[in-house]
Nanobody, 113 residues
């Protein structure tokens, strides 16, 4: 099981930025992010492949950027132009091809209006 440790959440005003980080305990092919609001299903945000390619949910395109540092087994989520509706717990996930995902503990992001 891959261990994932997230950091970087917090409180920010609407229009501001935050960067989340997630460090994996080993090399992993796919790393990405979900988010969850209490009472709602977990929502996929985006992912990064080991080769650096990325894919995003439509609602974050142009505002969020996922990058990774393979030497550090770390994936980042840069969030710009944040909106109150981006308020959620953000979860890092990681998996290799054909394997189930492992999850981070989650980090709270709160965007005030």
């Amino acid at each position: 099981q891959v261990q994932l440790v997230e950091s970087g959440g917090g409180l920010v005003q609407a229009g501001g930025s935050l960067r989340l980080s997630c460090v994996a305990s080993e090399r992993i092919i796919i790393m990405g992010w979900y988010r969850q609001v209490p009472g709602k299903q977990r929502e996929w945000v985006g992912l990064s492949m080991h080769d650096g390619s990325t894919n995003y949910a439509d609602f974050v395109k142009g505002r969020f950027t996922i990058s990774r540092d393979n030497a550090k087994n770390t994936v980042y989520l840069q969030m710009n132009s944040l909106k109150p509706e981006d308020t959620a717990v953000y979860y890092c996930y990681a998996r290799n091809l054909g394997a189930s995902a492992d999850w981070g503990q989650g980090t709270q992001v709160t965007v005030s209006s």
